[in-house]
Nanobody
Framework: QVQLVESGGGSVQAGGSLRLSCTAS????????MAWFRQAPGKEREGVAS???????DYADSVKGRFTVSKDDAEGILYLEMNQLKPEDTAMYYC???????????????????WGQGTQVTVSS
């Protein structure tokens, strides 16, 4: 069972930046495909960014040009660099690994098999 631990969340003002990290307990085929999701209070969980084993990425339209997802396979760490943060980016951010077959590198499905506990991001105006 892959364990995922997020870190790097915090409170920033609009326009600021944060970098989230997600450390996996192992590097295996379960961590070839990983993603970031977020959930704001009263809203459904939504995909933010994903990355596949070749470095291919997918982003939600709302974060394109502002967020960058990357992965260090040697260290087993997934990153999310967030710039130009907006109040609407406020949410709990979750790391996920091992999506359903056919969904590697996309955020089209939230049915990932492994999830972290989340890290809170709060952006004030």
């Amino acid at each position: 069972q892959v364990q995922l631990v997020e870190s790097g969340g915090g409170s920033v003002q609009a326009g600021g930046s944060l970098r989230l990290s997600c450390t996996a307990s192992e590097y295996s085929d379960s961590t070839y495909c990983m993603a970031w999701f977020r959930q704001a209070p009263g809203k459904e969980r939504e995909g933010v960014a994903s990355i596949d084993s070749s470095g291919g990425t997918d982003y939600a339209d709302s974060v394109k040009g502002r967020f960058t997802v990357s992965k260090d396979d040697a260290e087993g760490i997934l990153y999310l660099e967030m710039n130009q943060l907006k109040p609407e980016d406020t949410a709990m951010y979750y790391c996920a690994a091992d999506p359903p077959r056919g969904y590697c590198g996309t955020i089209a499905s939230a049915l990932y098999n492994h999830w972290g506990q989340g890290t809170q991001v709060t952006v004030s105006s």
